[in-house]
């Protein structure tokens, strides 16, 4: 089963953006990368996901190598409400797989 | 929409009493997803159900563990005799399957907190 490898935390200043990176150099065909985060005593949060072209939504935007081996979530600009634990994980388009969140990259985002 | 229901929120038990956690997914999705997370292991995915059937439980740990999906609305995840280590946060979430499991967004409930003494 893929697995992906994320840093253990970053730091930001508020205001300006943020790039978290993601490995996942045994991704298949038809994994979608997918990004949650979580903030603190709550449950993940959906924020992006994609397959192959770079997306972008309300929240952020999903950079995918053109080989897929990894991806950058990017946020445009950094809030303290950004601050939480971002997942990336690999889910099969279809049939079984474990889905791997891992530990995730903690956030700090500095006044 | 109400969201993912989990019931109860927080949950004390004493080891080897049956624990039973419940789940109401969002209407009209058609997967459903138990996940555990502790300090040591992050979030662990440990079972989930495409269309009420089980599709993959291989990250459930032990046989004291077992999940049932009797309707669409409704799952339950009991424990059977809890233990300390059982001691974490148990998340159910749900996804539509159009398209296929990957590309859909899984809506994730707000938690039990298990205790076991």
């Known amino acids: 089963d893929a697995k992906t490898t994320q840093p253990n935390s970053m730091e930001s200043n508020e205001e300006e953006p943020v790039h978290l990176p993601c490995n996942h150099s045994?991704?298949?065909?038809?994994?979608?990368i997918h990004w949650y985060r979580q903030l603190p005593s709550q449950g993940p949060e959906y924020v992006i996901h994609?397959?192959?072209s770079n997306v972008n939504n309300r929240m952020a935007s999903l950079a995918i190598a053109e080989d897929r081996k990894s991806s950058t979530l990017i946020l445009h600009r950094a809030t303290l409400r950004d601050a939480a634990v971002y997942y990336c994980?690999?889910?099969?388009?279809?049939?079984?797989?474990?889905?791997?969140f891992g530990t995730g990259t903690s956030l700090t985002v500095i006044p | 929409d109400a969201g993912v229901i989990q019931s109860p929120r927080h949950e004390v038990t004493e080891m080897g009493q049956e624990v039973t956690l419940r789940c109401k997914p969002i209407?009209?999705?058609?997967?459903l997803f138990w996940y555990r997370q502790t300090m040591m292991r992050g979030l662990e995915l440990l079972i989930y159900?495409?269309?009420?059937?089980?599709?993959?439980d291989s990250g459930m740990p032990e046989d004291r563990f077992s999940a049932k999906m009797p309707n669409a609305s409704f799952s339950t995840l009991k424990i059977q005799p809890s233990e300390p280590r059982d001691s974490a946060v148990y998340f159910c979430?749900?996804?539509?399957?159009?398209?296929?499991?990957?590309?859909?967004?899984?809506?994730f409930g707000p938690g039990t907190r298990l205790t076991v003494l």
């Open positions: 979430a749900s996804s539509p399957l159009l398209g296929g499991q990957g590309a859909n967004e899984q809506f």
């Open positions: 045994t991704i298949s065909g038809t994994d979608y």
């Open positions: 994609g397959l192959t």
């Open positions: 994980i690999l889910i099969f388009l279809f049939g079984s797989n474990q889905f791997y």
């Open positions: 209407s009209g999705h058609n997967s």
């Open positions: 159900f495409n269309n009420n059937v089980p599709i993959d």
